[in-house]
Each structure stands twice: as structure tokens, then as C-alpha cells.
């Protein structure tokens, strides 16, 4: 395997291989996003689990609580998706500039390795974006935003808003 002899290929090459860096920049922003919305996933359900082991809800509050854990786990398991999609993403972005500085600065041709694995990482952070919109609109789905609790509108203390 021979390498570039001279200063201006090896220049090229790392100008090259660094423009998938941008990518790998967004990715990892996305990725503590994500990860954030993870956290909050999971000390959501140790609440709702604390509050259940704990024995303090009646069975119609206990209902509901189990239908809010199994939106939970669905969210958690399309966050999961989603950093693993995104995490793969960067791999490949990597594998990538690899191929692409070895590529200018040696004889291996890796232009056909570097294009697969560009776009790999690309359809990965898509599919990743995907999953992240269906978990933003799961959570979306679970709000009640402006609905008043029914015994709340029997005491009369709150006048339900006019439709």
C-alpha cells in the first residue's frame, strides 16, 4: 500500500474526509436530545411505578396509570430506536471519512465502500428522524391539554371553558 507523497494530497484528503464531520456534529446533538427525552421517559415510569407499588390509587387511577406505562414503554422503545439508528449513523459517518482520507492519500480504491457507507449513515440518521417524530407525537397524543378532571367540574369550584 503506497501513501500520498506529497503535502498536498494528504491536505486534500483531510479536507475531504472532514466535510462528514458537519453530520457527525448534528448526530451527536440529536443523540443527547434524544437521550434527554429518554431520561425523562424512564423517571416518568418510576413515578407512576412508585405511586402503584405504593398501593395509594384507587383501581380506576391504577387503570390509568398502566395505559400511561405502556405509552411509556412504546415511547422508550422508539427512543431506543432512534439512538441506536443515530448511533450507527455516526458509525458509518466515521467509517466514512475513513475510507474517504484513505482513499485520496493512498491507492486503495475505496470510492464504491465510501459512497455505500455515506449513504448507509444517511438513510440510518433518516429512519432515525422517523422514530423520532413518531415519539414526539406518542407524547403528544398522551397530553389532555385544557381538559378538566371530571370530579374537579362536579365540586363547582371550576367552571368548565365553553367549547
Not at 506529497?6 to 491536505?11: I, M, Q, S
Not at 405502556?70 to 422508550?76: A, E, I, S, V
Not at 449513504?119 to 406518542?138: D, Q, S
Request: aromatic share 6%; hydrophobic share 55%.
Amino acid at each position: 500500500m503506497n501513501f500520498a507523497p506529497d503535502l498536498a494530497t494528504v491536505t486534500h484528503g483531510i479536507q475531504l474526509a472532514v466535510a462528514p464531520v458537519f453530520l457527525l456534529t448534528a448526530v451527536s446533538g440529536i443523540i443527547a436530545a434524544v437521550a434527554g427525552r429518554l431520561a425523562r421517559i424512564i423517571d416518568r415510569a418510576r413515578h407512576l411505578e412508585g405511586r402503584l407499588e405504593s398501593g395509594e390509587v384507587d383501581a380506576q387511577r391504577a387503570n390509568r396509570m398502566y395505559a400511561e406505562l405502556r405509552q411509556l414503554r412504546r415511547r422508550g422503545w422508539l427512543v431506543n430506536s432512534c439512538i441506536a439508528l443515530l448511533t450507527f449513523c455516526a458509525i458509518l459517518i466515521g467509517f466514512t471519512i475513513i475510507l474517504l482520507f484513505l482513499g485520496e492519500t493512498s491507492e486503495l480504491p475505496t470510492l464504491r465502500l465510501a459512497t455505500v457507507s455515506f449513504l448507509a449513515g444517511v438513510m440510518c440518521f433518516l429512519c432515525a428522524l422517523v422514530c423520532f417524530l413518531a415519539e414526539t407525537l406518542l407524547a403528544t397524543r398522551l397530553l389532555k391539554f385544557a381538559e378538566m378532571p371530571q370530579k374537579l367540574a362536579q365540586t363547582g369550584l371550576v367552571q368548565p371553558p365553553p367549547k
